[in-house]
């Protein structure tokens, strides 16, 4: 079945299109507008927006069964957080609240200890705490070569000592 926009949908699509925030949505709507109101060939129309045939196929046919609301990104399911809410909640309190800061090996060995045992690989912590909001506060060792001049010669003294 294919739905062809009347002109009185084509003022409405082209006020949605200019509204939309989404640059994913405006490009589908563009695509629909283009195919499905313009009556251009959608092989010409995918390779000029540099987009594949699949993709187009995808969109026209979501949009004409659900619509323009088809278009738009349907929510994703993901595996769920190993922590319940409130103790999430009362790990980042306890994060926010250190005023020397905190190293990854601490905020670890806090999720373990207030998370009932519950264990992230090292490298996940990262992007956990970056989610929650986090910025590592406790620096990393500086290289020799971002020292300040005085402590270059006095490291090259300490050198040419030994």
């Known amino acids: 079945m294919r739905q062809v926009i009347k002109a009185l949908d084509r003022t409405r699509f082209e006020e949605l299109y200019k509204k939309e925030r989404d640059p994913k949505v405006r490009e589908r709507l563009l695509l629909v507008l283009r195919v499905r109101g313009d009556g251009q060939v959608p092989a010409r129309v995918v390779e000029e927006m540099h987009r594949s045939n699949p993709w187009a196929s995808e969109w026209l046919a979501r949009y004409g069964d659900e619509g323009i609301e088809g278009l738009r990104n349907r929510p994703k399911s993901g ?43 090292y490298r996940y912590l990262y992007r956990l705490l970056h989610r929650w909001g986090f910025k590592q506060k406790v620096p990393r060792k500086v290289h020799v070569n971002t020292a300040s001049p005085e402590e270059k010669e006095q490291f090259k003294k300490e050198r040419r000592k030994s």
Do not use: D, F, M, N
């Open 79 to 121: 595996r769920p957080c190993k922590l319940p809410a409130e103790v999430v909640i009362r790990i980042r309190k306890r994060l926010k609240e250190s005023k020397q800061g905190w190293t990854t090996k601490q905020a670890y060995e806090l999720i373990v200890k207030e998370g009932g045992g519950v264990e992230y690989h």
